[in-house]
């Protein structure tokens, strides 16, 4: 079963403009992690959210999450052809569950 | 380092027919986990091991298992393949103590991609 929904499902932008991809999800998570993946490759982590923290950053990454709306957003700045792929969120739920949970995946189109 | 191994990459097996796949975790982490996914389902879990032990299973039929060996490279194995099992599966390790949550990043091999006729 999908914890995590990401929205809009698929998104298609100009070189250089953002990209914002956002994910609901249900029950409480210890975490929250970004994953990408290109064209029937296996899938590359991008950047963890914990629970306790609110925003972070990597490189052209900015992560925000909002644990009272169950939902949280990746922003790609200055977005490039390379960035071209499907963005997975995925969680683990609290209690013990020792597995992450994907969303269904968003797929971004960057033109050149 | 090198990173999660899965062999084989492609495969075509027809119906009725029994499939094993296989993976090699990143040297030195003990848990891997396994997802099957579909244009229709998405990722889905199948398993989770750690130190030859399941600890996690998801929603599939007993058609799918899986095992670890005490190197921690693990196999998973379809049997009475179905059109329907037809997925890019996908294995995953981590670096994860026992008893631990998954708060930990999954380290993805490039998939074994199964076509059922």
């Known amino acids: 079963s999908q914890q995590g929904e990401e929205d809009p499902q698929a998104l298609s932008i100009q070189e250089g403009e953002n990209a914002t991809m956002n994910c609901s999800y249900k029950?409480?998570?210890?975490?929250l992690q970004w994953y990408r993946q290109n064209s029937g490759r296996g899938l590359v982590h991008l950047i963890l959210?914990?629970?306790?923290?609110r925003e972070k950053h990597s490189g052209r990454l900015r992560v925000t999450l909002d644990t009272s709306k169950k939902s949280s957003s990746l922003l790609i700045t200055a977005s490039r052809a390379a960035d071209t792929a499907s963005y997975f969120c995925?969680?683990?739920?609290?209690?013990?569950?020792?597995?992450?949970?994907f969303g269904k995946g968003m797929k971004l189109t960057v033109n050149p | 380092k090198a990173g999660v191994t899965q062999t084989p990459r492609y495969l075509i097996k027809t119906r009725g027919q029994q499939v094993t796949l296989s993976c090699s975790p990143i040297s030195g982490h003990r848990s891997v986990s396994w997802y099957q996914q579909t244009p229709g389902q998405g990722l889905q879990f199948l398993f989770e091991y750690f130190s030859e032990t399941q600890r996690n299973k998801g929603n599939f039929p007993g058609r799918f298992s899986g095992r670890q060996f005490s190197n921690s490279r693990s196999e998973m194995n379809v049997s009475t393949l179905e059109l329907g099992d037809s997925a890019l599966y996908l294995c995953?390790?981590?670096?994860?103590?026992?008893?631990?949550?998954?708060?930990?990043?999954?380290?993805f091999g490039e998939g074994s991609r199964l076509t059922v006729l």
């Open positions: 959210i914990r629970s306790n923290e």
């Open positions: 995953a390790s981590s670096l994860q103590q026992r008893g631990g949550l998954n708060t930990g990043e999954l380290f």
């Open positions: 029950t409480s998570i210890n975490n």
């Open positions: 995925a969680t683990d739920t609290q209690g013990g569950s020792e597995k992450l949970v």
